[in-house]
């Protein structure tokens, strides 16, 4: 039966949007779609502090089920502006993971709910074994 992995500091927003921030099911979690946006629903305008604020959020998430950024296995983000920072956004992203490196998609997008928002980062990360 899948079970939800939504850390104190998410509920409201788990609650208010009706979406659990990780997912487990089988072997696996399913994290929501994380954004760069800060919990008090500021949004940082630089793109290496959102990527950082995205990445931090999932490492949370996953830390609430005994899992780090190493357990990624499939990784999506969705850009806004891709060509023009993918460069800091490999940056973040080599500081964030490590070998074997997760599967990875990067995907342009026109934009998103948030104005400003340059990054959605869509993970599935496996469970610890037991």
Known sequence: MP???????FDAVSRAWKFSMGLVSGDHVFLTGITGQRLD???PEDPE??????FDYIAAILAEGGMTLADMVDVTTYHVGLRDHLAIFRKVWGERVSEPYPAWTAIEVMGFI???NYIEVKVVARLPKV
């Open 49 to 54: 502090a959102q990527f950082n604020t995205a």
């Open 41 to 43: 629903g500021t949004l």
């Open 114 to 116: 948030i104005p400003g």
């Open 3 to 9: 079970y939800a992995l939504t850390p104190p500091a």
